[in-house]
């Protein structure tokens, strides 16, 4: 589906229009193939192959054809499961800013309703505040990922097994963002020492910052993923160690409970056995076997087996 905005100096907010127009922003949302051969006749097939677009896979690069600029980036979303970057794929012409996502783009979708001081005229800008969006939500999400992490760094006893997928699902999406940004941080040094774009100094040092932004969300990933190994290891250890207490307590019950078993056992044979005729065996068994019994209890209990 291909939609059609432009914004003016004058205008507030983004107005859609029926046709394409000098200046215009084109976003091409739950992009198909017949889309995208549109969006190559309209730029008269100056900027090479573009189905990558839709390919949710994509790295993050960019490449220019003659004087338009293709962008294939990603950003944090959650529209298909088990994929926690989405493609979001940037196209800078002579005449138009182009947008192509294979889902409806919350970032785009956002900034559309946004009221922010950039008209689709200024199309450097316009990239630059997209690029901008794109670093920030990194942060964002990152900083979630981080908060969740530490709600299971639980105290021993109320480690569980949620505790311990939930963080599997959290070192899966931060490996996905470090995928992600370290293409994506290539991708802005490339546009901040490049001549790629007629930038003012003003606007190469804001580039400049966004590449510092996406090396700090970088760092910020890997410090997260080696807290969720460390987490990981140490929840191991103490489940491991809780198994190894079990056995031993259940082997210490065992022998204990065995002793009164082994003593019935002589006792039930057929067989001659000590006092057998007198009146109150019954109980001088049962008592001799609490007493071996309570032995091996306490015995256990001074190696720490119960």
Known sequence: MIEIYLKTEHDNEFNPI??????????????????????????SHEIGDIHG??????????????????????????????????????ILTKKYLIAISPYSNPLINHMLLSNIDIPTTNRSMLLLYLLARISHQFTTSIKQVRHSILLHEQPTRMIDSDAIIALTKNEETLNQYLTALVSMRNLLEALATHNYLELADKDREQLQEQVIAITQ???????????????????????TNDVNKTIKRLTAITIILS????????????????????????????????????????????????
């Open 18 to 43: 029926a046709n394409y127009c000098l200046g215009c922003f084109v976003y091409v949302k739950q992009a198909s193939l017949e889309d995208l051969d549109q969006i190559d006749q309209l730029v």
């Open 53 to 90: 677009s839709i390919d949710k896979y994509e790295i993050p690069r960019v490449e220019q054809h003659g004087d338009n600029l293709i962008l294939f980036t990603r950003h944090p979303g959650e529209q298909e499961v088990g994929l926690h970057a989405e493609p979001l794929t940037l």
């Open 217 to 239: 969300s970088e760092e910020l990933c890997h410090v997260n993923v080696k807290s969720i190994r460390s987490l990981r290891d140490s929840y191991q250890i103490i489940f």
């Open 259 to 306: 002793i009164p078993t082994m003593i019935a056992s002589i006792y039930g044979m057929n067989v001659a056995v000590p006092f057998k005729d007198y009146p109150h065996a019954f109980m001088i068994i049962l008592s001799t076997a609490g007493v071996f019994s309570l032995f091996a209890m306490l015995l256990f209990i001074k190696n720490r087996w119960l």
